[in-house]
């Protein structure tokens, strides 16, 4: 599928998450034929051009999302002296008045649609962020630049409309039968590109496994020192697939036994190749920490320190804020199944790009609350 094809394909799951296969292509057949030549050029499909076996109301959820962006203006005029003055400048503005100007655009959505969707919101969010970037886009590069906002207006829409079950959108039916080829994982995460690859050609799991022993003998006699053989990285890399394979096992191993089955893989130079590969990232992850921490890890600090005692940040969330910020890992950027199940209610998921976990999300705008920017 080619770029723009694919770039349509996702504007149709932003709004139609669970929308089947078959009915996917048949509405993507149909603007192709029709002459879609870019995702911009959606604002201009009309009811008529899309397929029989859409429903209306699917139908209408996808021109109302698509013909937000060419609809709506955000109404600077009405937004408080603060955040004017921050447009005219370019610079950060005031917590205060961010969640002022917050309040008054998902008033101003609301007047065409209710509840607007998080497809909508995305839209705007994206408007806002491309034509002030300074002012509105996130403090750091983290995801689509975008998030918070998405995450703050998604959120303002659902506090309006709490309580109110006439305006609710139904999500849809559990799958009774899902399709055989919906994959139940696992999943890669935080950007990784290479999770589990095929086996190389040429190679073998045997042929691999024998490599394998080979460098276990190696450091059999000559120890850490022998990560330092130029021949020893060529193995490596060779053997990247079943050194995955080994790490992706369930049950998973333990270090003790990934150390004794790959005593080189936690050198630092092999373990830095190794992320290399799993990341598609060249900069050296060392430099790129440390350069981080010294522009940004005070602040960090600072923020924390400031929080009630008591309170602490959950694990996972700093490892995704540290792998987003720190690292620079996009999470778009993977080979993460596109349909899944999931195990609690049964229902089909399918992979959105551009998202940030709301978590995330909520630490970076607590960031930029704190003069991030």
């Known amino acids: 599928m080619s770029a723009v094809g694919e770039e349509i394909r996702q504007a149709v799951l932003l709004v139609l998450p669970s929308l089947q296969e078959d009915k996917l292509q048949s509405l993507l057949n149909n603007l192709e034929r029709i ?3 870019s995702r911009g050029d959606l604002q201009f499909i009309k009811e008529e051009d899309l ?8 139908c209408r959820r996808l021109l109302n999302a698509w013909q937000t962006e060419e609809n709506f203006n955000v109404p600077w005029n009405r937004m408080s002296p603060g955040i004017k003055t921050a447009i005219a400048q370019e610079k950060g503005k005031s917590a205060k008045d961010h969640r002022e100007m917050v309040r008054i655009i998902v008033d101003e959505m609301r007047l065409t649609e209710l509840n607007p969707s998080k497809s909508q919101c995305l839209t705007v969010a994206k408007m806002i962020v491309k034509q002030h970037p300074r ?3 996130d403090g750091t590069v983290i995801g689509s630049g975008y998030g918070s906002l998405l995450t703050q207006l ?3 829409v659902e506090h309006v409309n709490r309580g109110n079950v006439l305006i609710r959108r139904r999500e849809p039916k559990i799958l009774s039968n899902p399709p055989a080829d919906i994959a139940r994982g696992p999943a890669d995460l935080y950007g990784c590109v ?3 690859p095929d086996c190389p050609p040429g190679e073998t799991v045997e042929s691999l496994k024998e490599k394998q022993r080979e460098m276990m003998d190696l450091y059999c006699v000559e120890g850490p020192a022998g990560a330092e053989r130029g021949h020893l990285t060529q193995l490596m890399k060779t053997t990247y697939y079943l050194q995955r394979k080994n790490i992706n096992a369930i049950p998973p191993p333990s270090i003790t036994e990934l150390k004794n089955d790959w005593p080189y893989l936690f050198s630092p130079k092999e373990l830095y190749s190794h992320f290399k590969l799993l990341t598609d990232i060249d900069n050296d992850i060392l430099d790129k920490m440390n350069q981080a921490m010294e522009e940004k890890g005070k602040l960090i600090l600072q923020f924390f320190e400031q929080k009630p005692a008591g309170t602490n940040a959950d694990e996972e969330l700093l490892a995704q804020f540290d792998f987003r910020c720190f690292m620079g890992i996009n999470p778009t950027k993977d080979t993460k199944t596109k349909k899944l199940l999931s195990h609690r209610s049964g229902k089909v998921r399918v992979k959105r790009n551009n998202s940030v976990s709301p978590y995330v999300s909520s630490l970076l705008k607590g960031l930029m609350d704190f003069q991030w920017l």
């Not at 397929?51 to 699917?58: E, K, L, V």
Request: charged share 35%; aromatic share 10%; proline share 5%.
């Open 135 to 137: 002012s509105f886009a």
């Open 194 to 196: 290479r999770w589990q």
């Open 51 to 58: 397929p029989a076996d859409i429903t209306r109301i699917q």
């Open 154 to 156: 998604k959120t303002r």
């Open 35 to 37: 002459g879609e030549e």
